[in-house]
């Protein structure tokens, strides 16, 4: 579907996509020019198959054109705020949002998942790091992270991917997550190990 509006209004710019009011309670999820179709509708058959296992994120309709091109999903818009404004609001109540940010997440670590449509995570580590170049990582690092990779147990719990107080919406004291493009399956400390990249490793916006 191609669509075209000029009275779009932007709620939050993002590092993969921008997010605009789309009227009736819906948002667009407008990808920047970068990100190829086909991950755009991974994104959108991840996010559809991993809510019918009760994960809470917002329904996603369909993909749509913008007049230039670019690509997005219409969402069902969730009437909150992220955990990052609401510290940003509130700094008194940092720890408690934090503890329950936590909290929201341990619950979706206990969710399984058992659907070939959903990537495995250790499978997919030990691809990238087979790829890691030499120049970061000598052959010999290489081999003790596959080797660490393949020593984790194999386990089919719903893992985010890219856990951070921005892609978790408060809404009537309840949290719900957007933003699905890395979720997976697997064992939790791989959840772990990308909240460390996140906050320690590879700062971002969100570290604060």
Known sequence: ??????????IAKGRTSDIYNFGD???????????????????????????????????????????????????DKLNGITIE???????DKQKFLIEKFTQ???????????DERIPDIKQTSIMYAKQLNSSFCSNEDKTKIIKIF?????????????????NAIITDNKIQ??????????HPVFDILC??????????????
């Open 1 to 10: 579907t191609k669509i075209s509006s000029p009275n779009w209004q932007l």
């Open 25 to 75: 309670n819906k948002i667009l999820k407008l990808y920047h020019r970068s990100i190829p179709f086909n991950e755009i509708n991974k994104e959108l058959d991840l996010i559809n198959t991993v809510s019918s296992f009760g994960v809470p994120t917002p329904y996603a309709y369909e993909i749509v054109r913008s007049s230039n091109n670019n690509y997005g999903i219409i969402m």
């Open 85 to 91: 404004q609401a510290i940003k609001n509130n700094p």
């Open 104 to 114: 929201a997440i341990k619950k979706l670590h206990r969710t399984q998942v058992r």
């Open 150 to 166: 393949e020593n984790i147990p194999d386990t089919q719990n719903f893992l985010h991917g890219d856990y951070h107080t921005g």
């Open 177 to 186: 997550f957007i933003d699905l493009m890395f979720c997976s399956k697997g």
């Open 195 to 208: 909240m460390y990249s996140h906050y320690v490793f590879l700062p971002s916006f969100a570290s604060d």
